[in-house]
């Protein structure tokens, strides 16, 4: 028997210790675990800059603030700072999306015109800070 994982963290070490709990579950029960790449993982910085900027954007839009969250979502900001470095600042946001990853997954389509105006909103504000 063989079980296929897709390992991801935003801690690299405890993304680590869990594909080692999987081979160890795996040989207990004579399966063949075998692991390839895991995502390269990313820790959100609560002190960026960028996520600052995000949050003003949010307050002018929606008049209230927000509270950001680590949530099953920022993949590409793990490969971006891969292979960019931690220099850069990353934020990952998006429209809000019901049960990823299933059967039933859905978008919430009005959610996606507000993060058009968050985006075109956050690029400005950063053009205006150069």
Same mark, same amino acid.
């Given at each position: 028997?063989? %079980?296929?994982?897709?390992?991801?963290?935003?801690?690299?070490?405890?993304?680590?210790?869990?594909? &080692? %709990? &999987?081979?160890? %579950? $795996?040989?207990?029960?004579?399966?063949?675990?075998?692991?390839?790449?895991?995502?390269? /993982?990313?820790?959100? !910085?609560? !002190? /960026? +800059?960028? =996520?600052?900027?995000?949050? !003003?954007?949010?307050?002018?839009? @929606?008049?209230? +603030?927000?509270? +950001?969250?680590?949530? @099953?979502?920022? =993949? *590409?900001?793990?490969?971006? =700072?891969?292979?960019? $470095? #931690? *220099?850069? #600042?990353?934020?990952? %946001? $998006?429209?809000?999306?019901?049960?990823? @990853?299933?059967? $039933?997954?859905?978008?919430?389509?009005?959610?996606? *015109? &507000?993060?058009?105006?968050?985006?075109? /909103?956050?690029?400005?504000? =950063?053009?205006? +800070?150069?």
């Amino acid at each position: 028997m063989e %079980i296929n994982v897709s390992n991801r963290s935003s801690d690299f070490d405890s993304m680590k210790n869990l594909i &080692q %709990i &999987q081979k160890t %579950i $795996g040989r207990l029960y004579r399966y063949t675990v075998e692991t390839g790449n895991p995502f390269p /993982s990313w820790k959100p !910085n609560d !002190n /960026s +800059a960028l =996520l600052d900027k995000a949050k !003003n954007v949010y307050k002018e839009i @929606h008049g209230d +603030a927000f509270k +950001a969250t680590v949530i @099953h979502a920022g =993949l *590409e900001c793990s490969y971006v =700072l891969e292979k960019y $470095g #931690d *220099e850069m #600042d990353c934020i990952s %946001i $998006g429209p809000t999306i019901m049960n990823p @990853h299933t059967g $039933g997954e859905s978008l919430k389509t009005a959610t996606v *015109e &507000q993060l058009y105006k968050a985006v075109t /909103s956050l690029i400005q504000s =950063l053009f205006v +800070a150069l």
